[in-house]
């Protein structure tokens, strides 16, 4: 088979010519793609964090913190470069989440406080004849007490008939009884008599409702704290009085009085604890 010779006139170039690549030059790598999801996880954890420090877009920050942390999750899972910031968004999520919940808890202490505890107890002592001959006594019995000793404290209790006032309540310890068996014995058949290493001692008191409403008289606290240091209450002791507190109801200026029994170890001495109110301060009393 003849090969046919090219048309006249035209000329055949020949190839180019190989050229080596210079030395010492790498191929350029390929662009990694950037991972963008974790990029915006970290910006709405930053977001949500910041919202978590402020009480009141509380909110906001609790909507974001949880939707950062999907994010993040998400991110780690995807190809791509710079998954650092998945990390630092999952951890500035789930350390704004418990930002936030010291911040709430903190502003609901604050709100309950300030609706219904923080009130101050104010206390006037009684001035009499009685008070006046017993001022020598007290004399004596400061030398024994701290020197730094706060009124009202264990060390530096107030003395019987003093008027402990709170924003709702007003208490006055009328007596105490160191010997109450008898008076339980009289109260009802059915009470135990104290047992073995015990005895009975009783509180009289008053309580005066000076709220706007109305309160029940069992929201005044009376207790015992021994010389031992142990808390003792009149629920301990089921017995009933003569003139045992029940669940009186109370308006402005009226006005209960009653008495509690307390079951006392033997040998060992009480101060009446006072707490006029619920979230009243508590004061105590020389019996």
Known sequence: MSVPNPPAGSQQLPPPPYTAPAPGVAPVPAAKKNNVLALVALIVAA??????????????????LPIAFVLSIVSLFMKGDRKWMGVVGLVLSIVGTIV??????????????????????TVSQPVDAAAADDAAADDEKAEDKPADAAQGTRDNPYPLSSKISSDDWTVVVNSHTPDGAAAVAAGNQFNDKAPAGSH???????????GDESGLAAEVGISFVTSAGNVLNSYDAMVVLEDGFGLDELYNGASATGSDAFLVPDGESVLIRVSPGFFANEVFVQP
């Open 47 to 64: 977001v949500g964090f910041l919202f978590a420090c402020i009480p009141g877009a509380l909110i906001v920050g609790w909507i974001l």
């Open 100 to 121: 936030g919940f010291v911040v709430f808890f903190a502003g609901l202490s604050a709100a309950i406080d300030d609706a219904f505890g923080g009130s101050e107890t």
């Open 200 to 210: 009975y001692e009783l509180v009289n008191y008053t309580v005066t409702y000076t």
